[in-house]
C-alpha cells in the first residue's frame, strides 16, 4: 500500500512540575476554599443557606461490590434512602450529595412531598452501579433508581449511573414483545409524579431498560445529559415519555439500542432540540394504540437534531388501537442525518401488518430535512385507510442516498396520507445545529486501538499498522502535546477500510519552513469512508504559523516570498466525517479539501489573527458534495473560500470573522478551470470582516462558468462590502489590462440578508463587460450604512453589464 510521506516522528512536550513543597503550602492555606469547592455543583459557589446532606454521613460504603447491612438489608439503598429524607423534610434549602467515587446500590425509591422552600438539589457526582441481581427489582411501577412524588427537583452532577445492563439483558427473550409479563427490564431513573424538575448533566450507562423513564410529569427539563448503550441492547430506549406535559429535552448526546427519544400515550408539549442520536432507533411518537383510553400525543417539537446511523430517523408508529385516540400537531425542522436508514416514517401498521389503525395523525410538519440515506426508500407514508393522515407538510426534504447499492435514485412511499408540498417560507430558519462531541474512541469506533505512543509517538507506525489491520481500527492521538513534521497518511488501506481517527492531544508543526519540502503539513490522502474527530477541547492542530512563516514577505506583495504551507489537506478523500477539531494558527491555508467527494464537517473552530496572511479558514477545490455545518472561522483571509471545480457545496451556521468573508473563487486565473456549480451559503453570521458573500474572478481569465449560487439568511455585522460580485479582482494592482473576464456568472440569488455595513456601498456588482452576468436576484436586502450621518437609500454600484436583475423588498 502506498505511503508516500516524510519520515516523520513526533516529539512529546511535557509540562516541567513546580516546587512541591510551594504546591503543598498553597494547598494548606486554601485548603477550606478546596472543601467548598469539591461540594460546588460546577454552577457557582454553594449556596450558604442550603444545607448539605452526605450520603456518607448516613452509613454510604464505597465499593465496587454490594454492601450489606447486618440484618441483610442492602446497605447503600438504606443510606440513600435516609440521607435522601432528611433533605426533603428540611424545612429550607437542601441538596442530597453522593460524592466522588464508586457505590453499589439496588433498587432505591426518593419519595416525596418535600417541605423545602426551594426546589430540592440532588448532586450526583459518583459512579453508581446498579445491582446485578434481577431477582432484587420488583418490576412494574419501581424502577432502579426512582423520583416519586416530588414538586420542585435538581438533579445534577458529573456523575454516572450504571445500569449494569450486560448482566441482565440475557434474561429478555427477544422474540416476545416488551409488554409481556417478566420481558421489561427495569429503567436506570424514572420520574413519576414529578413536577418542575431539571435533569442536568448525568452520564446514564448501559441501563437494563428504559435509561430515564419519564411517566405522570409536569414541567420537567432535561439537558447535557449522555446516554449510552450498545445498539443491539434490548429496549434501552434513551428516554422514555408518557402521559406528560412540557418535558424539554436539549444539548444531549443519546445511543443506544431503541428509540434515543421515545413518546407515546400521553405525552404533550414536548420540546426536543439540538440532540445527537446514534446508534438507534431515532427518535420516536409512539408506538401508539396498545392500551385502553390512551390519551392524545400532541404538540411535539423536534428541532435542530442530528441523527447518525440510526435504523429509523423520524418516526411516528401506531398499533391497530383499542379505543380511538389522535398524533397531531408535530413538527420536525432543521434535522440533519447521515447514513440513516428509514429517515421519514410514519407506519400506522407497527406489528399489525395487515389490520386498519384507529389512530389518527394530523398536522404533522417535516421541514428542512437534510443528509443522506441507506435505505433507497426516503420518506415512506403508511397511514391507515379507515383515518387518512391529513395535513402532512413536506418542505424542504434533502435527502441523498449514500448505501451499497450504485447509481440509486431516492424514492417516497406514500399510502392513505393526504401531503402537502408548500413553497418555501421567506422566513429565517433556525440555524443548524452545533454538535455535540461523540463518546470515547472504544465506546464509538469498535475494533483494535492504535495509539500513537505505543509507536513511540512515531504517527506513521502507528497509522500503517492501523491501515494495515484486517479489521476496524482506530488511530489514536491521546492527550497531551505532540511537536509534529510533515506528514502524509496515505490509502489505500486493508479492504479500502481505513482507520478512524480520534484525536484527545495537541499537534505543534514544526514552525520553520525549511522543513516543508512540500506546501502541506498534515495531509490525508487516497482514503474512502474516513472518520476523523476530535474528541475533547485539546484537540488542536497548531500551524504556528505566527513563529516564522507570517514573518516572511507576503505573497500578495511579491512573486518571490517564501512559500505558505496548508494546515491540514484532504486529497481523494471520500465519503468522510470531521468534527470537533480546532485548527489554528496555520501557516497558510487551515483546511483544504481537494478533489474530494461526499465529506461531512461540524463543529470546526478555526482561528488565527486577522493580519496573518493568506490563512483562509476552509478552502475547496476541483470537490463535490461537501456539507459545512457549525463552524467559526476568524481568520487573516478568507473564512470559506470555494475554487475551481466546486460543484454542490454546502455551507452553514458558520460564524465568520476577523477575515475576508465568504468567497466563492478567486476563479479564472489558470487556464482550463472547471465550472463551479451549485453553492448555498446558509444562516451564517458574518462579523467586522472586509468582505461580506462575494464571488471573483481575475480580469482577462479564460472561459469557464459560475453558476446556481443561493446566498440566504445571512447576518451581517459592521461589515464591509457585504453583498459583492467582482469581476476586476486584482489584488497586488498589478494586473496587466488583458481585457474582461470570461468567467460567465449566472443564477445568483442573494436573499434575506441584514445587518450594518460601513462602507459606502452595499451591494456591488462589477460584472464582465464582455460576458455579462445572468439572472441576478436580491430579495429581502434590508442593512443599514452604520457611518453616515443622514441615513438614506441608494449604495448600489453596478459595473458591466448585467441581463436580468431582480431586486425586491429590499433597504440598503
Known sequence: MPRASSGSVAFIITRT??????????????????????????????????????????????????????????????????????????????????????????????????????????????????????????????????????????????????????????????????????????????????????????????????????????????????????????????????QSSLVKISKSVIGTGDDCVGMIRGSSNVTISKVTCGPGHGISVGSLGKYENEEDVTRISVKECTLVGTDNGLRIKTNVGKTPSQARHMIFQNIFMRNVKNPIIINQFYESEHKDSIIKISHVHFLNITGTSVSEVAVDLACSKQNPCTNVELSNINLRYSGNQSNVPLSSSCLNAKVGYPHKSKSRPVPSPRLPRPPSPDKNFPGAIFHVTEYGAAFLKAWEAACDHGGSSTFYIPEGKFLLGPITFSGPCHKNQPPNVRIRGTLLAVPHLSAYPADDWIVFNNLHGFNLIGDNDEAILDGQGGLDAWKQESCVQSANCDRLITSVKFNNVSNGTIGDITVTNSKAFHISFNNCDQMDMYNVNIKAPGDSPNTDGIHFHESTNINIVSADIGVGDDCVSIGPGSINISVSDIRCGPGHGISVGSLGKYQNEADVVGVVVRNCTISNTQN?????????????????????????????????????????????????????????????????????????????????????????????????????????????????????????
Not at 25 to 48: E, V
Not at 211 to 231: D, G, S, V
Open 692 to 812: 461580506g458573500v462575494r464571488v471573483k474572478t481575475w480580469p482577462g481569465s479564460p472561459e469557464s462558468v459560475a453558476s446556481n449560487f443561493t446566498f440566504e439568511d445571512i447576518v451581517m455585522i459592521n461589515v464591509s462590502n457585504p453583498i459583492i460580485i467582482d469581476q476586476e479582482y486584482c489584488p497586488s494592482g498589478s494586473c496587466e489590462d488583458s481585457g474582461p473576464s470570461k468567467v460567465k456568472i449566472s443564477n445568483m440569488y442573494f436573499k434575506n440578508i441584514t445587518g450594518t455595513y460601513n462602507t459606502q456601498t452595499g451591494v456591488s456588482l462589477l460584472c464582465s463587460s464582455g460576458v455579462p452576468c445572468e439572472n441576478i436576484h436580491l430579495a429581502d436586502i434590508n442593512m443599514q450604512y452604520i457611518k453616515r450621518e443622514t441615513r438614506g437609500q441608494g449604495h448600489f454600484n453596478v459595473k458591466g453589464v448585467v441581463h436580468g436583475l431582480e431586486i425586491l423588498t429590499s433597504s440598503f
Open 17 to 242: 512540575r513546580t516546587n512541591v513543597i510551594l504546591l503543598l503550602c498553597l494547598a494548606l492555606f486554601n485548603a477550606s476554599q478546596i472543601k467548598s469547592q469539591a461540594n460546588s455543583t460546577g454552577r457557582g459557589a454553594w449556596d450558604p443557606d442550603e444545607k448539605l446532606f452526605n450520603v456518607l454521613d448516613y452509613g454510604a460504603k464505597l465499593g465496587d461490590k454490594e454492601v450489606q447491612t447486618e440484618d441483610g438489608d442492602d446497605a447503600n439503598r438504606v443510606a440513600f434512602v435516609h440521607a435522601f429524607q432528611a433533605a426533603c423534610q428540611h424545612e429550607g434549602k437542601a441538596r442530597l450529595l453522593i460524592p466522588r467515587g464508586t457505590f453499589v446500590v439496588g433498587p432505591v425509591t426518593f419519595m416525596g412531598p418535600c417541605k423545602n422552600t426551594a426546589p430540592l438539589s440532588v448532586h450526583i457526582h459518583a459512579t453508581i452501579k446498579a445491582s446485578t441481581d434481577i431477582s432484587l427489582y420488583p418490576g412494574e411501577g419501581e424502577e432502579w433508581v426512582n423520583f416519586n412524588d416530588i414538586n420542585g427537583l435538581i438533579v445534577t452532577g458529573k456523575g454516572t449511573l450504571d445500569g449494569q445492563g450486560p448482566a441482565a439483558w440475557k434474561y429478555r427473550d427477544t422474540g416476545k414483545s416488551n409488554d409481556a409479563v417478566g420481558q421489561r427490564l427495569p429503567a436506570n431513573v424514572q420520574f413519576s409524579n414529578v413536577k418542575n424538575a431539571i435533569v442536568r448533566g448525568i452520564t446514564s450507562l448501559n441501563s437494563k431498560g428504559f435509561h430515564y423513564f419519564i411517566t405522570h410529569c409536569e414541567n420537567i427539563r432535561l439537558a447535557k445529559l449522555i446516554i449510552t448503550a450498545p445498539a443491539d441492547s434490548p429496549n434501552t430506549d434513551g428516554i422514555h415519555i408518557s
